[in-house]
């Protein structure tokens, strides 16, 4: 792997620190203005790499490293750091809290109207999303288990004020950003002759056989989703829509709508959380924040969460509804993305919604879904490969790892993005609203990545290392270059020279994604080495030879033998007693360590015929 976690981030975390805090002023705002997504972003690029990497914690200024610390020189010594980064994250949440002491998550500057010109209303700036309750979700966990580490090393009354305040608000957020995400889960059932329905037995009828046949046997291999949707969703949204589920001409999708789900109901809970306003948003899941919402919940009940007890009585009550629903929403995506004996869904590229619309990139987001669930599953080697293959094609599609020489639409991914409509956005006056997605490049990597963390077959993984490499080619040709965002993220032209628009502005979106990847790639370093069978079985019978040889030198050696060829032979012994150790989890150290003990022993062997003429 060519990617350097540590000293890219070191280079990112000093790109920041110039940026975010110039002349001892925290700086919130980029390319896209300042926004509850965008703010959270910017504070995840450092926040992200210092709660998942150990050697980049800030939380213990005595452990922290000297090359990190001096990254961020900017910011201060390592005492002011935390503390700085207190008075940040403190600001962040003061910011997106209302008057009234809701907290706000809106998409603000992060809106488009999906008519380019038509002017959009405040009330609709306004509007709650769902990747606003997603990375809040991602960002609070990260300030939560920030503070109760940090805790123990404060003496001074005044900081320990800050940092208990700063728990109890983000133990807040982190609250409300869960009971929206409850709000905005959406069950869209319709029949299966509607638009809606043959626009999905299109996808999972890869062998066009009887639409009737195929219908009975999605319902089939959909029936334990449906009867836990019916049976088990009982709180917030999606459970109004239990009774249409029995019918049996009746399709449906499961997931994430843009934002609260119009009617969705309040959620009852012991937290204060504040007024649970009304929603607007279309009863129907949308990829995009589908996934965004799967990864938030992932951290719900991650190890870290579990073992620094980040969650209290009533978030553990809250998590465990999400966490139905995504098991419920991975599974049901999983199954239509692999529906059928022959080819899946997912490798008919590009991925085609309910409502008809089309990208590569949405086989990406399906992709993750799909890996999701074969962790779950433990599937097979084979339908890993299948994934990876996927994955090979957008990359080629996308022009990442295929040369574009024109303008051409496969650009349009990258530059100015992809552009859905939000249905329902138009309810509270002003146009209807659209949401723009550009990170297919940084998506594809971490998708690559964390495949190759599942791949055990050595020429799979391999072909997965290499897609991992030209991405990562294509990720840095779009560094900014230049300026206070030198070093940092994103400037399109820099992959793609035919396109005219240039950056001068650092995009928080993008860096943020980027700077995932990188952690990612760290844990993909971090776990143990993939075990092959192949050279396990080769380690075994290695070791069963060098045991014999071992013990035969050990009989046959003369009484007589001097110290330095009894300290040799208790040498062998010790370095075959490493390779047992080692065998069944690092064979390939085993196959080194005995190999290395053989030759020893051979040399052994002929010293002792060339004295004694023995075998």
């Not at 997603?134 to 940092?163: C, D, E, H, W, Y």
């Not at 009863?283 to 919940?297: G, Q, S």
Request: aromatic share 6%; proline share 5%.
């Amino acid at each position: 792997m060519q990617i350097q976690p540590r000293h890219q981030l070191v280079d990112v975390w000093r790109s920041f620190a110039r940026l975010s805090c110039p002349d001892g002023t925290w700086r919130f705002g980029g390319r896209d203005g300042s926004n509850s997504i965008s703010d959270a972003e910017q504070l995840l690029c450092i926040m992200g790499p210092a709660t998942e990497i150990p050697i980049f914690r800030l939380d213990d200024p005595d452990a922290a490293n000297r090359d990190v610390l001096e990254a961020l020189r900017s910011l201060g010594d390592d005492i002011q750091v935390p503390q700085r980064l207190i008075g940040a994250l403190t600001s962040y949440i003061e910011r997106y809290t209302s008057p009234d002491g809701r907290p706000v998550f809106s998409g603000g500057t992060y809106f488009r109207a999906e008519i380019e010109g038509e002017e959009i209303q405040q009330e609709q700036h306004d509007l709650d999303i769902v990747d606003s309750f997603s990375i809040s979700v991602t960002l609070m966990l990260a300030i939560v288990g920030f503070t109760r580490v940090f805790r123990r090393l404060v003496t001074r009354p005044a900081l320990l004020t800050q940092v208990d305040s700063l728990e109890t608000m983000a133990g807040r957020r982190l609250t409300a950003a869960m009971v929206g995400l409850l709000r905005s889960f959406a069950v869209n059932v319709f029949p299966a002759e509607a638009d809606f329905g043959r626009e999905l037995l299109r996808m999972v009828n890869q062998e066009r056989r009887p639409v009737r046949q195929v219908v009975e046997e999605l319902r089939e291999a959909l029936r334990e989703i449906n009867a836990r949707l019916r049976d088990d969703v009982t709180v917030g949204s999606g459970a109004a829509e239990a009774g249409e589920l029995d019918l049996p001409d009746r399709l449906f999708e499961c997931g994430w709508s843009w934002g609260i789900v119009a009617d969705a109901p309040e959620i009852e809970t012991a937290a204060d959380v504040g007024v649970q306003g009304p929603g607007v948003a279309q009863n129907a899941p949308y990829m995009y924040f589908t996934t965004v919402a799967l990864d938030a919940i992932q951290a719900l009940s991650s190890e870290r969460t579990r073992l620094l007890g980040l969650l209290d009585e009533a978030q553990l009550k809250l998590a465990q509804s999400l966490q139905l629903r995504f098991e419920l929403t991975r599974s049901y995506w999983a199954t239509i993305a692999t529906f059928g004996s022959g080819r899946w869904p997912l490798e008919d590229l590009p991925w085609r919604t309910t409502d008809g619309i089309e990208f590569d990139y949405f086989s990406l987001l399906v992709s993750g879904m799909v890996m999701q669930n074969m962790v779950a599953v433990r599937a097979t080697g084979a339908d890993l490969t299948r994934v990876a293959s996927v994955l090979e094609q957008v990359a080629n599609r996308s022009r990442i790892t295929r040369r574009s020489s024109e303008r051409e639409p496969a650009l349009d991914v990258h530059q100015p993005g992809l552009r859905f409509p939000l249905q329902g956005s138009e309810d509270v006056g002003g146009p209807r609203l659209a949401w723009t997605v550009a990170d297919i490049s940084p998506l594809l990597l971490k998708r690559a990545l964390n495949l190759t963390g599942l791949l055990s077959e050595g020429t799979s993984r391999s072909r997965l290392l290499d897609l991992s490499d030209e991405v990562w080619k294509h990720l840095q040709s779009r560094i900014i270059e230049g300026g206070l965002p030198d070093g940092l993220w994103d400037q399109p032209a820099g992959a793609y020279p035919q396109l005219t628009v240039t950056y001068d502005e650092v995009s928080w979106y993008y860096t943020r994604r980027v700077v995932d990847c990188l952690v990612t790639a760290a844990r993909v370093i971090n776990e143990p080495p993939v075990r092959s069978d192949l050279l396990a079985q080769i380690a075994a019978g290695l070791l069963d030879e060098a045991d014999h040889l071992y013990d035969r030198e050990r009989l046959n050696g003369s009484a007589s033998s001097g110290q330095s060829l009894r300290e040799e032979l208790n040498q062998i012994g010790v370095e075959l007693e490493r390779a047992r150790t080692v065998r069944r989890e690092r064979p390939g150290v085993a196959v080194a360590v005995t190999e290395e003990v053989l030759r020893k022993l051979d040399h052994l062997s002929a010293t002792r015929r060339t004295t004694t003429g023995t075998s």
